[in-house]
């Protein structure tokens, strides 16, 4: 999965996968690390492991070593809660690392494929008691954190260490209710997302909705790519 940023004409991407079973993010991370080095100034990418694998924590680190600038977990598709050991260990990795952690911590879009039920092992009350037991962590929920739209947009006001994207939520693709107009979330703590090039409609169809929302240039500037670039500490490169 790749995301991508715009800002003056300039692209960036950070590509993004996720482990889906034990023993495959060695390989993954060995891969995009490769990837990234072939052009060091436009892509970076982030490691990714599968919480509670053997030697998870040393497995991150060889990644970070091999220059990935962060942590891709899907917690729907590896099928974890939140909460669980396995992941306290991947978070307190970041933190002492100074990673950010992009995560699927929404409950939506769930699917009886998972194996697991997202509306028990996600959300935003387990994310908002993970903030505050890792106040150094820098954390990335995509989807606007559907399907709990308001509530992730209360946590935005009440941690300066968390972030959401816009991935799919801005598409009219995602079932249920709209998310609140993007104007009223904290306009330095949204990104845009894409979701390239796992999308099951055009690949310009939520930045063309994008262009069409009433964002001051400065809004739009962090939207589209300066908030993505602090978060990723991209920011000067």
């Not at 892509?43 to 924590?57: H, K, R, W």
């Not at 891709?72 to 307190?92: I, R």
Request: glycine fraction near 8%.
């Amino acid at each position: 999965v790749v995301a991508f940023l715009t800002a003056r004409g300039v692209d960036r991407f950070v590509a993004l996968c996720y482990a889906h079973k034990p023993g495959v993010a060695r390989g993954l991370n060995a891969f995009l690390a490769e990837l990234c080095a072939r052009q060091p100034r436009r892509v970076s990418g982030l490691a990714t492991v599968f919480p509670g694998e053997p030697g998870a924590v040393a497995i991150l680190e060889e990644g970070f070593r091999l220059g990935l600038r962060g942590v891709k977990l899907h917690a729907h598709v590896q099928c974890f809660d939140l909460e669980d050991a396995a992941a306290e260990e991947v978070y307190g990795c970041c933190a002492a690392n100074g990673m950010p952690l992009v995560m699927h911590a929404g409950r939506e879009p769930k699917s009886p494929a998972y194996g697991c039920d997202p509306h028990q092992t996600c959300g935003a009350a387990k994310v908002a008691r993970l903030l505050r037991r890792h106040p150094r962590l820098r954390l990335c929920v995509p989807h606007l954190g559907a399907d709990e739209f308001e509530a992730f947009r209360r946590l935005l006001e009440e941690h300066d260490n968390l972030w959401l994207d816009t991935t799919m939520a801005l598409a009219a693709y995602l079932p249920g209710a709209p998310p609140p107009p993007l104007a009223s979330y904290r306009e330095d703590r949204v990104m845009y997302g894409s979701d390239f090039p796992q999308l099951p409609y055009a690949w310009d169809r939520e930045l063309a909705r994008i262009a069409g929302l009433e964002l001051s240039d400065r809004a739009r500037a962090r939207l589209l790519a300066e908030n993505a670039l602090a978060f990723f500490g991209l920011a000067g490169e």
